[in-house]
């Protein structure tokens, strides 16, 4: 079977593969600016037939109580992705522009395989615990604590990394027994749409259990956080959209789990490697051109060493052009869409107005008249305060900030509005620690660690977001906890 569709991709709702009644939408490829094709445009009267679906399913049937049926389901589901690699590794290099080096990692490949994982945790999970006796108000009763699934999710993703996100989200909701309905970014359609296919023709899933709704139109995504119908949203985008689909929600009071934006630090202590700790952000932030919520954008480095951190950092990145994501080798392809590249742009000019100073980069690399790119690009000559240092870019944009020591190096890293992620470098111990400890994030890295990975939950403090993705804490986020007591 190809995946690639012959017209447009489909909707799946209900267990059906059905046209959008909004006809279709084009999908672009970000490195050529061509049509690859075209996605099911889906109306607010589809995304109604979804939750309707994703309802049904969850009250109706035996989904939410047979582990083992569950843990089959994502099993083939995770075989069946594996056996399309090869088409969804290609595609998602058109698609996405993510270069291949990433494609066989975290842009498709690692996540199927974290499918896995969390249909493991369906079965292994303790679903029943026993609380023992206890005499409340002077009488013996024998307690247990039920989990339980929550009810229906609605999944709403972004673009930049749409597959791990697509699979963080669907992978433990239904291990934990929820239904579905997944609506994309209207930037990455197939990378959901496609896998609607491979569930629809090839893996065991009840109609209903999983509804997967493309549109060029956001606000069938926003149906999802109003609809009483669904009992949680699980959101990853920006913060501004995050806070709009909170408000929403109230209403309905449900929950919502919320996976944001970040402006993370990489911070070097003045006992570190600093060449091999610029070498690593330099290629932390043109990896897959900027676009990731946990990439490191500000590099906090020593005052003494600012002028050597500079000329490190630009070094490395003279070695990581822009270019062709298909291209073996490319670390930094396209921003997503025009709009994204005018972005990235706007946020270099307003550096330079506030008094910045482009060190490379600053525009589009000359041998490309096709593609959003946008070049590898090092702002010095600003302080944390400048917008450029404040606000989520989303591009391949590092702004070098100078520290007076450690304790300033943690402020530094803590003046912003986001808490999502960061990295130290550092030779003691016992430094690393504080700055580990004192730095208010989701996740740290030390001396280039990595810790993304499917038993590793991930996500932010403050404005970077609500909740926890993947690991235990990942799958928890989808269940309810019921107490159940009988006298003892
Ligand atoms: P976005 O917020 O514009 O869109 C994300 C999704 O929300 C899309 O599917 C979009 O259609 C939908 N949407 C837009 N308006 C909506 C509304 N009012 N109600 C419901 N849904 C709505 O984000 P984006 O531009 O696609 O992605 C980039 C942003 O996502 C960046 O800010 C980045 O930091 C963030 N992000 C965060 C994480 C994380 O895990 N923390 C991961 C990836 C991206």
Redesign the pocket.
Known sequence: MSLRPAAASDLLIDGKLIPGSGGTFDVINPATEEVIGQAADATAADMDAAITAARVAFDTTDWSRDHAFRASCLRQLRDALLAHADEFKALATEEIGAPSFLTGGPQFQGPAEDLGYFADLAESYEWTRDLGVAKPMGLKNQRELRYEAAGVVGA??????PHQ?NFAKIGPALAAGCTVVL????DTPWAAALVGKVIAEETDFPAGVINIVTSSD?GV??QL?SDPRVDIVSF????A?GK??MAAAADSLKKVFL????KSAFIVLDDADLAGACAMAAFSVVTHAGQG?AITTRLVVPREKLAEAITATRDAMAGLPADDPAKPGTICGPLISAAQRDRVESYIAIAKEEGGTVEIGGGRPADKDKGFFVEPTLISGLDNSARAAQE?I?GPVLVIIAHDGDDDAIAIANDSPYG?SGMVYGTDEDRINKVVNGVRTGTMGVNGGIWYSADVPFG?YKQ??IGREMGVAGFEEYLESKAVARPA
């Open positions: 709403i993703t972004p673009w930049n990394f996100i609506k994309p970014a209207p956001h995504g926003a956080s990853t985008g920006s913060t959209t709009k689909i996976e944001l934006g970040g919520c989520e989303f999502l932010g970077s977001g």
